[in-house]
């Protein structure tokens, strides 16, 4: 029986097969450092190296010390393992996603994936896995959060694999928790594959450190946009002389459409309008875009430049440090040392080989 028949709330969303996938051409800079990093297929055969010896360590063990009788129910449970998988992809490079979310990735029956996964990331699933595309943005919902625990639970009870794919990390204002919540309530066991959060991987494109000794010892991460659409409910969701603190640096998700009230919040609690600010669109691809600005200025900035959803924020001073644009600009980025960008048949390719060795 056709998937689509037993699972009819996800008829409508089922996709075909990626047509003319968009691929990553930009280089990546492989800085100077005492070493050159071993290239990516040594590394996938050293971390093979070490699971094979883990897993004669592990079984040597288990004979050495059987369990007892009372803990084998216990132990044929855990083997079962989770049913779902909420799995991080990182903010958009595709070299950013981890090696325990590929492997989910390609063991998965079922992915349920957002607007923000690109498609050189979803190259890299399980080809016979069907897709359901349930992406959300602001105003425009493909499905209500509650219809997407539905399915999850649906999908997790019918004995699939199931992984469910977030930009970014799954439990930083992915709402992670919310979908693990539902389902640990209703008995399904949920694993969570973290990964690296927008902050993270763009201030470290842009050269930006959260903190520093000398600029911020303190980061915070707050969600700019409110459950209503009214901006109201953003005003009264913070405590603003918290978020002025000029010693922490802050940084705003999904706020490009509430941050003029977020400026004016955090300049009428006392940090100055000279403190230095970026906002970078579409942060660690090849369309990214950066907007740097006193605070002060800096709505105006982002309005000349019409940077669009999803753009990410962050104020304080340790954007002072930002590399010159040029420098961070993935088109203008140039080979070094030999280092080169791995594309999703690459990596396909790679794993196909090692798993044919093996």
């Keep these: 029986m056709k998937l689509a028949a037993l699972f009819p709330l996800a008829l409508s969303s089922f996709r075909a ?8 051409s930009h280089p990546i800079v492989d ?29 040597r063990l288990r004979k050495a010390n059987p369990p007892a009788d009372a803990e084998l129910g216990a132990t044929a449970s855990a ?7 909420l799995v991080g992809v990182g903010p958009g490079d595709v070299e950013l996603l981890t090696l325990k979310a590929l492997r989910v990735m390609q063991a998965a029956d079922l992915v ?15 080809p016979e896995a069907a897709m359901l595309y349930v992406g959300k943005e602001s105003g425009m919902h493909t499905r209500p959060q509650g219809e997407i625990h539905q399915l999850l639970l649906q999908f997790a009870t019918s004995g699939k694999t199931v992984c469910r794919l977030k930009g970014g990390d799954p439990t930083v ?4 928790g919310e979908e693990m919540e539902y389902l640990e309530a209703h008995g399904v066991p949920v694993a969570v594959v973290p990964g690296i959060t927008a902050a993270s991987g763009i201030a470290a494109q842009l050269g930006v450190p959260l903190t520093h000794r000398d600029h911020a010892d303190a980061v915070r991460f707050v969600t700019g946009h409110a459950r209503s659409e009214c ?44 403190t230095p600010a970026v906002a970078v669109q579409d942060g660690t691809t090849p369309t990214q875009r950066v907007v740097a600005a006193p605070l002060g200025a800096l709505h105006d900035e982002v309005s000349a430049a019409g940077l669009r959803s999803p753009t990410l924020v962050i104020i ?43």
């Design 17 to 24: 097969p990626l047509s003319s996938p968009r691929r990553c």
């Design 31 to 59: 800085h100077e450092s005492p070493r050159t990093p071993p290239p990516f297929e040594e590394t996938l055969r050293l971390l093979h190296s070490c699971r094979e010896a883990a897993s004669e360590q592990q079984l």
């Design 79 to 85: 083997a079962a393992g989770p049913s779902v998988y």
């Design 112 to 126: 349920l994936y957002d607007r923000l996964i690109s498609p050189e990331i979803l190259e890299l699933v399980n």
């Design 173 to 176: 204002f992915g709402r992670g």
């Design 231 to 274: 901006s109201d409910g953003v005003a009264e969701r913070y405590s603003w002389p918290t978020l002025a603190d000029p010693k922490c640096t802050l940084v705003i998700y999904m706020g490009l459409s509430t941050l003029p009230h977020l400026a004016a919040g955090l300049l009428a609690a006392g940090l100055p309008a000279s």
């Design 316 to 358: 304080g001073q340790v954007v002072s440090l930002l590399k010159p644009l040029g420098a961070s600009d993935y088109a203008a980025a140039a080979l070094e040392r030999g280092a080169r960008r791995l594309t999703a048949e690459q990596v396909l390719q790679t794993l196909a080989a090692r798993r044919a060795q093996a």
